[in-house]
């Protein structure tokens, strides 16, 4: 069965500091990861995915994450933070085959950026 | 600017009542995912459609939960009887089969069962 960890349940960053996000995940074979974002009393929103190829992933609103399979990570970054960053992100994986669409989901970092 | 829409926003209802909730996916995706997201078990996958067939329920407690898709516009989450453990926010999500799990959250249903 796959797992997804989010070692921090909140990351506190200044504004216009880069932010990492942490995720490790396992599964059997190799993964699809995500990044989801989730703003107060709202569904998740999709971030960027990993699918195959360049280990750098970039996404919506100047995130990005990286794969590394060595070390079974998928951290979420970005290099200026906004306070508009604010929310909760959540990491998930499914295995590129079995499973079919079913992903499962870390259990979120709160992130928090101030002035 | 499609968009998952979910009904109603917000429900309080007592124990041992009858909850529908709907979702309507956006207009061409043919995947539906209901999930609930609670403080204590984070967002767990309760169930998933694909072209209106259940595909995966195992997340979903049988005895009191049902959920279909009555059509291509419309799923239903259904608990009878409710039980306070129930309260939660539930989520529905859609997504098209042709891009991997890029799912589209509606803005959920907060169910609160007194």
């Known amino acids: 069965a796959q797992s997804v960890a989010q070692p921090e349940d909140q990351v506190n960053v200044a504004e216009g500091n880069p932010l990492t996000v942490k995720c490790t995940y396992s599964?059997?074979?190799?993964?699809?990861l995500f990044w989801y974002v989730q703003y107060p009393n709202r569904g998740l929103q999709f971030l960027l995915k990993?699918?195959?190829?360049?280990?750098l992933v970039k996404g919506s609103y100047g995130f990005e994450a990286e794969f590394n399979k060595s070390q079974t990570s998928f951290h979420l970054k970005k290099p200026s933070a906004l306070v508009s960053d604010s929310a909760l992100y959540f990491c998930?994986?499914?295995?590129?085959?079995?499973?079919?669409?079913?992903?499962?989901f870390g259990t979120g970092t709160q992130l928090k950026v101030e002035l | 600017d499609a968009r998952v829409t979910q009904t109603p926003r917000h429900k309080v209802t007592e124990m041992g009542q009858e909850v529908t909730m709907r979702c309507q996916p956006i207009l061409g995706h043919n995947t539906v995912f209901w999930y609930r997201q609670t403080m204590m078990q984070g967002l767990e996958l309760l169930a998933y459609f694909r072209n209106r067939a259940p595909l995966d329920d195992s997340g979903m407690p049988k005895d009191r939960f049902s959920a279909e898709m009555p059509d291509a516009t419309l799923a239903t989450l259904k608990i009878q009887p409710s039980e306070p453990r129930d309260s939660a926010v539930y989520f529905c999500?859609?997504?098209?089969?042709?891009?991997?799990?890029?799912?589209?959250f509606g803005p959920g249903t907060r169910l609160t069962v007194l």
């Open positions: 998930a994986v499914r295995p590129i085959t079995g499973g079919g669409n079913k992903l499962t």
């Open positions: 999500a859609s997504g098209p089969s042709d891009r991997v799990n890029e799912q589209f």
């Open positions: 990993y699918i195959t190829g360049d280990n």
């Open positions: 599964v059997s074979g190799n993964p699809y």
